[in-house]
């Protein structure tokens, strides 16, 4: 999986610097959002499951039924009312697919390194050396490195044994059962692993926008990024628990002398 990111950075390195609309504006929008759930997702859930239920939704409509907006559209409205309706069931299989994308990451590892080489991150020919490419052009840049890293997740998948897909079976099946019992430090964790993810896609974006060369860093150091992110998701899950079972005790006491209230 480094490999992949280190590829987004040369294709993000080239002959031409990409807008910088498609790397500074997403990388701070999921700056944002991720400390945002990182730090508060548990307390406003129900808008997460229904935000996270739309997107999976729309993703799958769009990418595996057959790439039109109006099953994307369809998928994204059913699957968020699906995940506001079935908020618990939906953390436990948001836990489960958590599970699952860790375990690929890490088992399907050695086969995506040996994948076929990938498409050369710098084929635009028609911007000169050190310019700023065109917000189509960089679009187009990075939809290509979308595709080559997909077809490369998809080799390395295809080329991992059967033993180790049921490793990830257990281990999500694992997952599902701990959600069912461990109702709130499943949305909870949930919620910070997510927001330490988006935290660090948005800081790579911001820096390989600036020419630092993140993921190279991060290939250096690879340890000490892993303790962070682990740590960043330790604190998230308590902080979370701890804030939200607060604000909670807090509302639910108003209610209650409001209601002893208009009693008397």
């Known amino acids: 999986m480094l490999e992949i990111l280190q590829n987004f950075e040369s294709a993000v390195g080239g002959t031409a610097r990409l807008s910088p609309l498609v790397l500074i504006g997403p990388g701070l929008a999921a700056v944002l959002l991720g400390l945002f759930v990182w730090l508060g997702g548990l307390g406003l859930r129900r808008v997460l499951c229904a935000v996270a239920g739309a997107v999976s939704g729309g993703f799958l409509g769009f990418f595996i039924i057959g790439r039109s907006i109006i099953p994307a ?9 699906a995940a506001t309706v079935f908020e618990r069931l939906f953390f436990t299989i948001l836990a489960a697919a958590l599970v699952a994308v860790l375990g690929v990451v890490v088992l399907a590892r ?3 390194e040996n994948s076929p080489p990938a ?10 050396q050190g310019a700023t490419m065109s917000l189509g052009e960089s679009i187009d840049r990075i939809s290509a490195f979308l595709v080559d890293a997909g077809e ?7 080329q991992m044994p059967r033993g180790s897909w049921g490793i990830i079976a257990v281990a999500a099946l694992a997952s599902i059962v701990a959600g069912f019992w461990l109702r709130r430090l499943t949305p909870a964790l949930c919620c910070s692993v997510i927001g330490t993810m988006l935290v660090f896609a948005g800081m790579i974006l911001l820096l390989s926008y600036k020419g630092a060369a993140p993921v190279s860093r991060m290939g250096t150091r690879p340890s000490f990024y892993i303790t962070v992110f682990i740590a ?3 604190f998230g899950t308590i ?5 939200c079972r607060h604000a909670r005790a807090q509302a639910k006491g108003k209610r209650q002398a409001g209601h002893d209230k208009q009693k008397t």
């Open 119 to 128: 498409i050369p991150a710098d084929q635009d020919n028609t911007s000169a």
């Open 73 to 81: 559209i369809v998928l994204a409205g059913m699957a968020a009312t």
């Open 232 to 234: 960043m998701t330790v």
């Open 110 to 112: 050695p086969y995506i």
């Open 239 to 243: 902080e979370q628990l701890l804030l």
């Open 152 to 158: 490369k997740i998809k080799y390395g998948c295809s």
